[in-house]
């Protein structure tokens, strides 16, 4: 198969970046979408040409690395899946694929479609943690947690933390990603001596990092690759009013 | 050299606490003082750095990742095994150090393995008090599944995602580290060089993968928890980015290197799909539970599989292991599968698949119970096929997983450098010729949160902080010498690009380096990794320049040292005349085709010294004693 690929090159941070567009051969449908670029990568390093960089690791959409936008959507057209998982069978051949960087205020981008997600790390850094040292935590048994309760938590502790979220929030908001966290910590007991201060943090740190706010539009959940629920937010908003007005 | 691994003396159940009592310490004042570099953010990276930080160490702790929270370790799915025996099935700390001796091929250390049986429970209380989300029961307790190479419940795990929560609690744990300001992050870093002064490591050289900068750092210790070398294979199930950089850099300054043929072939990876592909996706173990692994009884029988009635199939796990079933450990699987398929058995358009069923399971339990314990599985498998596993089996075939060799190290994780630990899958000491699944997990944490912050005292009280600087020769040599690589790389400006060749390489460990090997395979293979070598620096076109984002050059080092192991990886497995878990000599096998070990040969460590690229290696062994299991021959039937 054989694909029109109109990509974002931007050299360095400094530079005001273009699209250029260039034709791959010899794509097959069970080609993921990154190897895909991995081709092209191959034919533009052949001729002498600079490889459009991008970032990726796990290739199995745990990891959170790959976060390009492909046809105006975060992770591209395919629900719940992230650009590396995504298969080039779900797209029409001949087609023209546009691909971008992430683009939020909280994103620098660093060349071509790479951008710096540092931003999250200092979010985490925030109270993204539940206080224990290692050695004196008492056995896994002594607190019993239900289990809806523990799933709960796990469907919110599943976010990757790729950022298509803010990527794809007309605000470039980072609420679904800092809800996820605060949301899974204030869920379960281990979580809660800290949780009205571990919002109220994250949050702060979030604006700081100049993201946006939350106005509702759901973006985020449609983008997210892992079914992030925007409910989250809505716990969220719960715990930093509490936190607020308790500290 | 004279390998001392330096256990314990004294009865097994008793090492571990003696030698925590015994050990010298480092005052909580005096703590702060001593700075430690720890490179890699998985389990055990961010394990130790996180709990060297909550002890008071100033730590700086490096990734190639633009985040902490990428590293491998995130990507493993199954679970974590513990000792915990709250399924009240007979489990012990003794029945899971027996288990991890046996499934090993009885090719590691008694006292490592008890120790990390040992550790396992506590392990599992530390991730719960951080908030890691575990499946529990409705009554609130924990849940466990069962894995191979076991006869009891004992894997704890979150849903597929076991390693990215447990990554996450200590990546959690990590970030309030650097919130106290105990911990610094330099992410997007590659180290490069273990940089050493009077014969200590004191520092490291990375690469800053953004702008390109060569940066030096000065420390008192160097933790590696770099992960393993099965990308040497190009198609693995390792991220694409894993590489042996940073250990094989650690080799060439003198750290020993064992067992490097010592690889694991996980069972259950997706079959490979064409010349484009990246990587091969792991589809867990955990999967074996209730999947049923077959082939036609038929040569070549092309009939659907849903039509291939239950008399014309071959359960040839169940058939030949009836004790374990599915559930016999990885290695014996793996050769179970290739052995079917290189007879004609396979399916699928290549031949070389065999399916995982779970039509039976489903008829027993339901869609929604194998939904919730395998959903997310079953999803990325119908993402990436095209076949739904709900309706079809699924089709799979072994990939290179995990590598159980890796850097020497002692009873205290200290490589034969002093002052350079490895820690998790770096180093090489718990699961001897073959890992039992959901114990990677168990012991890069168990090397991370209990090991390391205990034993690295006992270094660092007699090795005070001596106010060593970054401007000390070592460094500027150690840079020159990076920069020299760089720029000879740079420079070959040849016509094939860094993947070809790693794509060559792979293709020579696969099938003479791979799953089964022999004398002419592994001499033939020497010869053609050497020849790649020299075409490498002679045909290499990397492109772009040093001082820039650019991914060709870093995979270009990378696969420079790829070479490199790939050639020892088989000197190693000729060396080793014998056949042992993931290592199958096809000369030493029992006459119904199970491994064959040469127990008065080589029951020893084989750790191999670096003597120059084109040099044979000096081999030094360390003999394993058995003084609490007998040596016996592996049987799962």
């Known amino acids: 198969m054989k694909y029109q690929i109109k990509v974002w090159r931007q050299k360095n941070p400094d530079d005001t970046g273009k699209f250029e567009t260039y034709t791959v051969e010899d794509v097959i449908p069970e080609m993921s979408f990154l190897e895909m670029l991995d081709l092209l990568n191959e034919q533009l390093i052949k001729r002498g040409e600079s490889p459009v960089e991008f970032d990726s690791d796990c290739r199995e959409g745990i990891c959170g690395t790959c976060g390009i936008v492909i046809?105006?959507?975060?992770h591209g057209p395919k629900r719940a899946c992230t650009a590396c998982e995504l298969r080039m069978r779900n797209f029409d051949e001949g087609a023209t694929i546009t691909v971008e960087p992430f683009r939020a205020r909280g994103f620098p981008v660093i060349k071509d479609l790479v951008v710096d997600r540092c931003a999250f790390e200092r979010i985490m850094a925030a109270g993204g943690y539940a206080s224990v040292n290692t050695g004196s935590a008492p056995d896994a048994n002594t607190m019993l947690i239900p289990k809806y309760i523990a799933e709960k938590a796990m469907d919110s502790a599943a976010c990757i933390?790729?950022?298509?979220?803010?990527?794809?929030?007309?605000?470039?908001?980072?609420?679904?990603f800092v809800s996820a966290k605060v949301t899974q910590l204030s869920l379960l007991p281990q979580g809660t001596p800290e949780r009205g201060r571990r919002a109220v943090r994250m949050v702060e740190q979030m604006d700081r990092e100049g993201f946006g706010n939350c106005s509702n539009h759901a973006e985020c959940e449609a983008a997210c690759p892992k079914s992030i629920s925007i409910e989250n937010i809505a716990r969220m908003r719960r715990e930093y009013m509490k936190g607020a007005l308790s500290d | 050299m004279k390998l001392d691994a330096k256990i314990p003396t004294g009865p097994l159940?008793?090492?571990w606490s003696r030698y925590l009592s015994e050990i010298k310490l480092v005052n909580p004042a005096n703590k702060r003082k001593y700075e430690i570099l720890v490179v890699g953010s998985g389990l055990g990276g961010a394990a130790a750095a996180a709990t060297l930080g909550e002890l008071g160490y100033r730590v700086k702790c490096f990734c190639y990742q633009d985040s902490a929270r990428r590293a491998h370790s995130i990507s493993a799915q199954g679970g974590i095994n513990a000792a915990k025996n709250y399924q009240n099935d007979g489990d012990s700390v003794y029945r899971l150090f027996f288990d991890t001796i046996k499934g090993g091929d009885f090719r590691a250390r008694e006292a490592n393995v008890y120790r990390l049986a040992e550790l396992s429970g506590a392990i599992i209380d530390q991730c719960v008090a951080q908030g890691v989300p575990f499946a529990r029961e409705y009554g609130g307790q924990l849940a466990n599944r069962s894995f191979g190479g076991a006869q009891v419940s004992r894997t704890f795990y979150a849903r597929g995602q076991t390693g990215q929560q447990l990554l996450l609690g200590c990546y959690s744990a990590l970030m309030r580290q650097v919130d106290t300001g105990m911990v610094s992050l330099f992410s997007r870093r590659e180290m490069l060089d273990v940089v050493m002064v009077d014969g200590r490591a004191r520092g490291i050289v990375c690469r800053n993968l953004v702008t390109g900068e060569i940066e030096k750092y000065a420390a008192d210790a160097v933790c590696l928890a770099t992960g393993g070398y099965s990308t040497v294979y190009f198609l693995s199930t390792n991220a694409v980015n894993c590489n042996a950089t940073a250990a094989w850099r650690c080799y060439k300054k003198g750290a020993l290197f064992a067992n490097p043929c010592f690889?694991?072939?996980?069972?259950?990876?997706?079959p490979q799909a064409g010349e484009g592909q990246s990587k091969l996706t792991?589809?867990?173990?955990?999967?074996?539970?209730d999947g049923r692994v077959w082939v036609p009884k038929a040569k070549g029988d092309k009939r659907p599989p849903r039509e291939i009635p239950e008399s014309d199939?071959?359960?040839?796990?169940?058939?030949?292991?009836?004790?374990?079933?599915?559930?016999?450990?990885?290695d014996i699987s793996s050769r179970a599968a290739k052995e079917a398929c290189d007879n004609g058995y396979g399916v699928g358009p290549t031949g070389f698949s065999v399916y995982l069923d779970f039509a039976e399971a489903i008829e027993r339990l339901g869609d929604n119970v194998i939904r919730e314990r395998y959903g997310n599985l079953f999803a990325m498998y119908h993402e990436i096929t095209d076949e739904d596993p709900f309706k079809q089996p699924m089709r799979i075939y072994p990939a290179p997983h995990y590598t159980m060799g890796g850097l020497w190290v002692d009873y205290s994780l200290m490589t034969t450098i002093p002052g350079l630990y490895a820690l998790g899958e770096a180093n090489f000491s718990d699961h001897g010729a073959n890992r039992l699944g959901a114990s990677a997990l168990m012991q890069g944490l168990a090397d991370g949160y209990f090991v390391i912050p205990a034993t690295i005292s006992d270094y660092l009280a007699d090795n005070r902080p001596d106010g060593l600087g970054t401007d000390h020769d070592a460094f500027t040599e150690s840079v020159n010498g990076i920069n020299e690589q760089v720029s000879s790389l740079l420079g070959v400006n040849g016509s094939k690009s860094v993947r070809d060749f790693h794509w060559e390489l792979g293709r020579i460990m696969w099938e003479k380096v791979g799953m089964a090997r022999n004398e002419k395979g592994l001499t033939e293979a020497i010869s053609d990794i050497q020849a790649l070598r020299e075409d490498y620096w002679k045909n290499v076109k990397v492109g772009g320049s040093n001082e820039e984002f650019n991914k060709s050059l870093e995979f270009?080092?990378?696969?420079?040292?790829f070479i490199e192991l790939g050639e020892l990886m088989a000197r190693d497995a000729l060396d080793r005349a014998e056949s042992c878990g993931g290592h199958f000599r096809e000369e030493y096998q029992t006459s119904d085709g199970e491994?064959?070990?040469n127990d008065e040969e080589f029951c020893n460590v084989s750790a191999w010294e670096f003597k120059g690229v084109d040099k044979y290696p000096e081999l030094h062994r360390e003999f394993l004693e058995f003084e609490n299991i007998g040596l016996s021959q592996r049987s799962y039937k």
């Open chain 2, 556 to 561: 270009a080092g990378r696969v420079a040292d």
């Open chain 2, 313 to 330: 199939r071959d359960y040839f796990l169940e058939r030949k292991y009836p004790a374990f079933g599915n559930l016999a450990p990885r």
């Open chain 2, 263 to 270: 690889t694991q072939i996980h069972p259950t990876c997706l």
């Open chain 2, 595 to 597: 491994a064959l070990r």
């Open chain 1, 161 to 176: 933390g790729c950022g298509a979220c803010v990527a794809a929030c007309p605000n470039g908001s980072a609420s679904l």
């Open chain 2, 282 to 289: 792991l589809m867990s173990e955990s999967l074996r539970n």
């Open chain 1, 71 to 74: 046809d105006g959507m975060a």
């Open chain 2, 13 to 15: 159940e008793t090492k």
